[in-house]
């Protein structure tokens, strides 16, 4: 059972370029998310979806795009690179129910140049 | 905004118990207090959640008030392995189930 599985690990972009991030679950979970952490500081919520075909934005979602055309798959678009993106990015995806938990990636280290 | 608020640090003495107290005074009688805790820069890792009852796991206790504005997570034996960070979290599954993180407390544990 892989679990939340995220690629690339690493990633340098050039300010402007593009680029998709990717984000599989194999747990059946209808509920799933994706955070930027900073250098130490906390993690921002930037979108997250509870159904496949139904997206919310977060707390940070300027600068990004996401779908969700499957339930196993929550991809994020940065569509012009800035350095202020330069972050690590997690998914995590969980059940839709009160009382569980959820299960995050190891996330993508993302730097822009 | 997170629902929570945390210290910003603490210190536990290796073999102790680290008490790690969450402040949740606004939080509603279906909301439920999560624990998760991500060491290094690895993703976050859920440890334990309770809704009224507090809760023991293979990992930690989770101690509720009765008002339920506050909680302590318990780690019973802390050893090196549990220096991280550790987010206390409020959550409600419906329609709007943002997981919203806090700043969290930075547990050092202390050889």
């Known amino acids: 059972n892989a679990g939340v599985t995220q690629t690339p690990k690493f990633r340098i972009l050039k300010i402007g370029q593009s680029m998709t991030l990717q984000c599989t679950q194999d747990m059946n979970h209808n509920y799933m998310y994706w955070y930027r952490q900073d250098p130490g500081m906390g993690l921002k919520l930037i979108y997250y979806?509870?159904?496949?075909?139904?997206?919310d934005k977060g707390e940070v979602p300027n600068g990004y795009n996401v779908s969700r055309s499957t339930t196993e798959d929550f991809p994020l678009r940065l569509e012009l690179a800035a350095p202020s993106q330069t972050s690590v990015y997690f998914c995590a995806s969980s059940y839709h129910r009160g009382g569980t938990e959820a299960f995050f990636g190891q996330g993508t280290r993302l730097t822009v140049v | 905004d997170a629902k929570t608020t945390q210290p910003t640090s603490m210190d536990c003495a290796e073999g102790r118990a680290a008490n790690l107290p969450c402040n949740h005074s606004t939080i509603s009688g279906n909301e439920y207090v999560y624990w998760y805790r991500q060491i290094h820069s690895q993703g976050p890792q859920y440890i334990i959640h309770?809704?009224?009852n507090n809760e023991t796991n293979e990992m930690a206790s989770l101690i509720i008030t009765e008002d339920r504005k506050s909680s302590t997570l318990i780690l019973p034996h802390a050893t090196l392995r549990d220096t991280a960070v550790y987010y206390c979290?409020?959550?409600?599954?419906?329609?709007?189930?943002?997981?919203?993180f806090g700043k969290g407390t930075r547990l050092h544990i202390l050889p």
């Open positions: 309770g809704l009224k």
């Open positions: 979290i409020v959550r409600v599954a419906g329609r709007d189930d943002k997981i919203i």
């Open positions: 979806s509870v159904g496949a075909g139904i997206t």
